[in-house]
């Protein structure tokens, strides 16, 4: 059992509250998973349109590590500037206008202790062992701007209780995914996947849907049917938040036995496993409220 919970902001105006609104709905799902918790949060980069002018890396170091050395380091690597953003003794966003092989290659030669979280022009992501209250004060969270984000509260079933093992997973640029169930044929998929050169860095049985998720949409596909891709493919009991820097979709399996609920207004789009996390969002109560039906895909975009 785990708890989801995502906004997409309509109205500009509600950005500068997306942190602190994204973390009252994930402490709200504590009792659905409290082991460990992670926060995906979308906001347009200073003088951008949304591309930046760099990809931001979401890093984190389980031993601590010197965040403006390994900046440095980096730099000297790739030849390009890399600005430092201190999250935390254990994380930091890194931008770098560097390639995106360039720099993943950097970071293993320097800080092979290091592991990427997420990235992308607009994504930052943190994630962390412990209960989204005290996760989302540690990185403060509540301050954060942006417009449109997602959350995410585990209850490990299927793999152990680690900042590696949580979500959300983000395999490509600007793409996250938040799961709440399990699969029953992942090892299958990840086989597969596998032998085509995709490989996962956990055994946890989301990121295997988030990696086919991103091969799809590598080889051409859009995201509602890369979800289609999972509907077809990937047999259990599961609901679906995925985001990328334009998109918000939601989607259940044919039996849609794991809770969800959405609350639409003018001014944004929400989800959660349960309305508890919905109910104190400004607003809530003339929204357009309703259940997910089965191997139906919710898509809205920017």
């Known amino acids: 059992m785990c708890g989801i919970v995502g906004l997409h902001l309509k109205d500009p105006d509600l950005q500068p509250r997306l942190g602190e609104l994204l973390s009252v709905m994930l402490e709200a799902m504590t009792t659905r998973g409290p082991d460990s918790a ?3 949060v979308y906001a347009d980069q200073a003088g951008s349109s949304g591309t930046g002018p760099g990809l931001q890396y979401s890093l984190r170091s389980e031993t601590g590590t010197d965040w403006d050395l390994l900046g ?7 030849d390009c500037e890399v600005r430092v953003r201190r999250l935390g003794r254990d994380s930091a966003v890194l931008e770098s206008g560097a390639s995106e092989a360039l720099f993943l290659a950097a970071v293993r030669r320097a800080a092979p202790d290091v592991t ?5 022009h607009s994504m930052v992501l ?11 004060a540690r990185y403060g969270i509540p301050g954060w701007s942006g417009y449109q984000g997602s959350g995410h509260t585990r209850m490990a079933t299927e793999s152990a209780v680690t900042t590696a093992h949580s979500h959300p ?11 709440n169930g399990s699969f029953s044929n992942y090892a299958t998929i990840r086989g597969r996947l596998a032998r085509a050169g995709v490989y996962c860095e956990t055994d946890n049985d989301s990121e295997v849907a988030a990696r086919l998720i991103a091969t799809r949409m590598a080889e051409g596909d859009g995201l509602e049917d890369a979800l289609r891709t999972v509907l077809k493919e990937m047999d259990g009991f599961f609901t679906l938040l995925v985001t990328t820097r334009t998109q918000f979709a939601v989607v259940r399996d044919s039996f849609a036995c794991k809770p969800a609920v959405i609350a639409e207004t003018g001014d944004y789009v929400a989800m ?12 809530v109560a ?6 997910p039906s089965p191997e139906e895909i919710h898509l809205w975009s920017r």
């Open 169 to 179: 997973f983000a395999p490509a640029a600007d793409l996250a995914l938040v799961h």
């Open 116 to 120: 990427v979280a997420g990235y992308g």
């Open 272 to 283: 959660a496993s349960e309305y508890q996390a919905l109910a104190g969002l400004p607003g």
């Open 72 to 78: 440095k380091a980096i730099a000297a690597d790739t």
């Open 286 to 291: 003339g929204a357009e409220v309703f259940e």
């Open 126 to 136: 943190v994630k962390d062992v412990g209960a989204p209250a005290d996760i989302c």
């Open 38 to 40: 992670g926060i995906a």
